[in-house]
């Protein structure tokens, strides 16, 4: 699998749609479904891509190392169909965090349009890589994000 484009934005304040951070995906011939766009599956793949990108960019290493996000649960909402050769704007942006678990957005959209042809939301747990234990996001993991902020 190809990686993704550089992201674009402040990954240390993907808060909302305006703050996203953002990479560009072109659809290629092994995207597309026998409907002649996008597989559904494609967008979670690219969903995927940009949060793991996400978190490998503000991360450090040896937190890398030592924690794993997976996914619980995936809400995906299709409105707009992509074709092979068009690119869409893929942003992912945080939400809520409770205890190991964190909301994050995914919309992904042409460039310049109004509607998304794909919305994703994702409930991601924070595991323990050695122990593969859920593990509580603390305030270090939030700053990262922007979520808290530390002076």
């Not at 559904?40 to 793991?52: E, K, S």
């Not at 960019?57 to 074709?83: C, F, S």
């Not at 890589?129 to 939030?142: H, Q």
Request: glycine share 6%.
């Amino acid at each position: 699998m190809r990686p993704p484009a550089p992201l674009s934005g402040d990954p240390s304040a993907a808060l909302s749609f305006e703050t996203a951070v953002m990479t560009v995906r072109t659809a290629e011939a092994g995207d597309i479904d026998e409907l002649g766009h996008v597989n559904n599956a494609v967008y979670l793949i690219w969903a995927q891509d940009i949060a793991t990108a996400h978190w490998r960019y503000v991360a450090p290493p040896k937190m890398q190392e030592e924690l794993v996000w997976v996914a619980l649960r995936h809400e995906i909402d299709y409105r707009d169909q992509v074709v092979e050769g068009e690119s869409v704007e893929v942003r992912t942006w945080l939400g809520r965090a409770s205890g190991p678990r964190f909301i994050r957005n995914v919309d992904i959209r042409k460039p310049g349009a109004a509607r998304f042809s794909a919305k994703v939301e994702t409930d991601w747990c924070l595991i323990d890589a050695k122990t593969r234990k859920p593990k509580r996001i603390g305030p270090e993991i939030l700053a990262l994000f922007g979520v808290i902020k530390t002076d």
